[in-house]
């Protein structure tokens, strides 16, 4: 994934022009997903959804496949993306366990024992 | 003359909705969190600010990437809330002020910040969970309200220099206006949290409280950072104290901090919350 000059902290990414640029598509999708009638219709026919915004195969694998951090790979913005999750009926948390490889319960904790 | 009594800073994250809209305010995960209002609140009731600038980040509601300004300004007589995505039940629509916002816009672009007016602008949760948070038995709040959006979604985000510039020509703009208004600003945003990438769920509770003593002892602290430094102390959504930093900076003159609150974690963030009264 592309750097924003001078960031070097391991697992953290900056959405840049690059990354706006590569994730258009998707993220014109999850941004589509505001309207209720539109996540109807994802959910309804999720490749000819995919299709109709123009994702490439690889956003549209990263889609199938709700890989969290394939599709920030894939130029997805988190704040978009956030809509696509809430499809799903994913929360935050489950979001932060499918990125950290850990499980809900441990992610949760650990947000705990930062508070400590 | 219009005079700015005080800000109020917060941070949001749309659960906190979900919280409002089940009633779990005494729920034990939330209380602590909802505690933190109550003195702010009574503090509203007695200077019964007229308007409320509310600094904030869309989250892509109003804003999609094929035109994202950096620093936004709404012209508008009325702001409407709508779903984000989640169906989570949407607020009232808010009063706009569109005589102050236009000397907002007016003074700003000659101050040299070549912002984007808007008079149209849905506003999401960042905007309208704080006055939610802190007007709880209103359905809209008691006051006319402006929003100024600034970008934390695409990189360059305006640096805190930057923002901290902004927070003072705010000043600039609603001290010079003519009108008997008490003005109160809101900053909406941070502290530490990161929802996305490998290191998600990322809190620096060490650099949060020196951050939050900063805008009291030395509110220019902040603006020593660039914004991949402040990511890599904050998380990636913790760059959102950016909200906060340019709050700060529109308070003029002498200012006391009467309350703040810290709690972890609502949902995956850092919860802040600060009450400063301009003397």
């Given amino acids: 994934m592309t750097q924003a000059s001078g960031l070097n902290v391991p697992g953290t990414y900056l959405f840049d022009g690059d990354m706006a640029m590569k994730g258009y598509a998707l993220n014109k999708m999850c941004f589509s997903f505001n309207d209720a009638a539109n996540r109807q219709a994802f959910a309804a026919d999720e490749a000819g959804y995919c299709w109709r915004y123009g994702l490439n195969d690889e956003q549209s694998r990263v889609v199938r496949e709700r890989d969290v951090l394939g599709l920030l790979a894939a130029g997805g913005n988190v704040y978009y993306l956030a809509k696509f999750a809430g499809i799903l009926g994913l929360d935050v948390q489950d979001l932060g366990a499918a990125q950290t490889g850990m499980s809900k319960e441990a992610f949760k904790q650990m947000l705990l024992e930062a508070g400590k | 003359m219009a005079k700015i009594v005080g800000g109020i800073t917060t941070s949001h994250v749309p659960a906190i909705g979900r919280a409002i809209a089940q009633n779990l305010q005494q729920d034990p995960y939330w209380k602590p969190f909802f505690d933190g209002f109550p003195p702010v609140q009574k503090w509203l009731d007695e200077v ?44 009232p629509p808010f009063t706009g002020d569109a005589a102050l916002s236009w000397q907002l816009i007016n003074s700003l672009v000659a101050d040299e910040f070549d912002i984007t007016s808007c008079q149209e602008m849905l506003v999401d949760h960042a ?56 003005v109160v600003v809101i900053g909406s945003g941070g502290l530490s949290h990161q929802l996305d990438g490998e290191r998600a769920g990322f809190i620096n509770k060490a650099f949060d409280l020196q951050f939050m003593d900063s805008l009291t002892a030395a509110p220019k602290w902040a603006t020593q950072y660039r914004n991949e430094e402040l990511v890599e102390q904050t998380g990636t959504q913790g760059v959102e104290l950016l909200m906060w930093l340019t709050t700060r900076a529109a308070l003029p003159g002498e200012v006391v901090e009467l309350h703040r609150n810290y709690h972890i974690p609502i949902s995956n963030t850092a919860a802040g919350m600060m009450l400063f009264e301009c003397r």
């Fill in chain 2, 48 to 91: 019964k600010p007229d308007v409320a600038i509310v600094i904030y980040n869309d989250h892509g509601l109003n804003f999609f990437l094929d035109k994202l300004p950096t620093f936004a300004v709404g012209a508008a007589a009325q702001y409407h809330n709508a779903d984000e995505g989640w169906g989570i039940p949407t607020l």
């Fill in chain 2, 127 to 182: 905007f309208s969970l704080p006055l939610k948070l802190l007007w709880p038995e209103h359905d809209s709040p008691p006051l006319r309200t402006i929003p100024v959006c600034i970008n934390t979604v695409q990189y360059p985000l305006p640096s805190a220099a930057r923002c901290y510039k902004l927070g003072e020509a705010i000043a600039r703009a609603v001290t010079s206006w003519p009108e008997e208004l008490k």
